[in-house]
């Protein structure tokens, strides 16, 4: 990240899908749910971020799902929402160091997908999404117990399919549809 440049290859999925969520620690990748042809799943791949090369199975959501958001903190990964077919409100967690299925962590406030994640090293935020229509909510988790999420406030617009990213101190939530947007909102992770 510290140079310009074009990207270069670092290797594949185990199986080829779209709409899937990520999370990472420092060393390692997680990439979990998604649709695969017509079928939505519940694999997991991970990757060792510093040396390039093919996904290797880590397990499996407790749901096959896709549309879904992910965010992570040092050690814990979360995927949240997504749809089964139906809008899902669940929450599941892995341990990034460690391979295995995930756990069931709690609920979104309502069933949705195509949310914005970003997370801290205390608290996770989800924003955003289709439950079934666009929404401007914001709610969030503490990483490190489990729990339903809590409301948070709201975004400056509703809408769905944005863009996030953060770091130990702010969230940034970018874009978004239904009406094609430049709006970069942030919040705060650790206070309300």
């Known amino acids: 990240m510290q140079s310009r440049g074009n990207f270069a290859d670092f290797g594949n999925l185990i199986a080829v899908k779209q709409d899937v969520a990520g999370v990472s620690s420092t060393t390692r990748g997680v990439i979990g749910g998604g649709l695969s042809g017509s079928d939505r799943v519940d694999s997991v791949d991970y990757v060792t971020i510093a040396t390039a090369g093919d996904g290797t199975d880590f397990g499996n959501l407790t749901s096959g799902r896709s549309s879904l958001c992910g965010l992570g903190s040092p050690t814990r990964g979360v995927f949240a929402g997504g749809t089964t077919g139906s809008n899902t409100d669940i929450i599941d967690f892995i341990t990034i160091a460690s391979t295995g299925d995930a756990t069931d962590f709690g609920d979104i406030l309502a069933a ?6 970003a997370g801290s090293s205390i608290r996770g935020i989800f924003s955003g999404g289709q439950a079934p229509g666009v929404q401007n909510v914001i709610q969030y988790i503490t990483i490190a117990s489990t729990s339903d999420a809590t409301d948070f406030g709201d975004l400056t617009a509703a809408r769905r399919g944005l863009g ?3 770091n130990n101190i702010r969230g940034l939530f970018a874009g978004g549809q239904p009406n094609t947007t430049n709006i970069i909102d942030c919040k705060t992770c650790n206070t309300k």
């Open 112 to 117: 949705g997908k195509y949310m914005g994640a």
């Open 164 to 166: 996030s990213s953060g």
